[in-house]
């Protein structure tokens, strides 16, 4: 698994695939979709299929995959190997969606919610497949939302091809948890290497295991959450423990668009300090140099901006 392509640029979402084995263009093919992320405030969430033609799935069924949660690291990793080297009758492919994507799609202007990101992810790569010559007549998923809805909408968007949703899917069919552990594979790996964009020095990369609720998770976010410019690309800004610690934590500042009084005044009238100060080297003895974060500046600004709207 190449993962370096993510790596160039972990502040969007890419597409990895293996090698389409020639016998999924020409037989039958079943296919399983999963993620791997979806709770976590800090990380990717990875969307994962695998797919095998449908006289293949004893074969997937012997290599004892499982669901991805109910195995150890290094247990997945082995899998994941195996499901690696089947590659003249297994495929799969993976997106991965960036902390940076999730939170600026669930932050625009017009409502798109992580269900509604996952549909489409998912989607899209049921889509690749089929594009890629993977002769689809079996599609299995683990459901986000309703499963009878999610399956309804799946069977109109692909007719011909037999689709079941169901929660748990990935311990029902091993399809599913071959996804799953692709997904999952390639989520902790990720999130293992970070590569911050950021200047924060020697990063501690004791996350704890990124959910809300995790103290070590709330440490990580406390320390490393600027006052100003919020947090680096690596946290799902909008998530609303991130949200929470930024309003009780963060410095308060007064944006010259808030009210209809603007600028410096203003915000000494509010006994608040313009955005603008904190460019400047008197602001409060900090080095707040602009070069080294203005790129989530201006991220956090332009979504503010559009939900003003």
Known sequence: ???????????????????????????????????AGRGPVLGPMVYGICFCPVSKKEDLKDLKVADSKTLTETERENLFQKLDEAKSYIGWALQILS????????????????????????????????????????????????????????????PGIEVTVRPKADSLFPVVSAASICAKVARDRVVKDWKFAEDLGEVDTDYGSGYPN??????????????????????????????????????TVHWD???????????????????????????????????????RFFTERRLKSLNTL
């Open 257 to 295: 668009d808030d009210d209809e009084e603007t600028g410096e005044k203003a915000a000494q009238r509010q006994n608040n300090r313009s955005m603008l100060s904190y460019f400047s080297a008197s602001a409060g003895g900090k080095d707040h140099n602009p070069t080294r974060k203005t790129h």
């Open 99 to 158: 902390p940076n994507t999730i939170s600026t799609s669930m932050l625009q202007r017009t409502k798109y919610n992580l269900n509604a990101l996952s549909h489409d992810t998912a989607i899209g790569l049921v889509q690749y497949a089929l594009d890629s010559g993977v002769q689809l007549k079996e599609v299995f998923v683990d459901t986000v939302g309703p499963a009878e809805k999610y399956e309804e909408k799946l069977s109109q968007l692909f």
């Open 214 to 251: 995790d103290p070590k998770t709330k440490a990580w976010l406390l320390k490393y959450m600027d006052p100003v410019f919020g947090y680096p690309q690596f946290v799902r800004f909008s998530w609303s423990t991130a949200q929470t610690l930024m309003d009780s934590k963060a410095a």
């Open 1 to 35: 698994m190449d993962l370096s392509s993510f790596e160039a640029d972990n502040s969007s979402s890419c597409r990895l695939a293996s090698h389409i084995p020639e016998v999924c263009r020409t037989e039958d093919c079943c296919l399983g979709i999963d993620e």
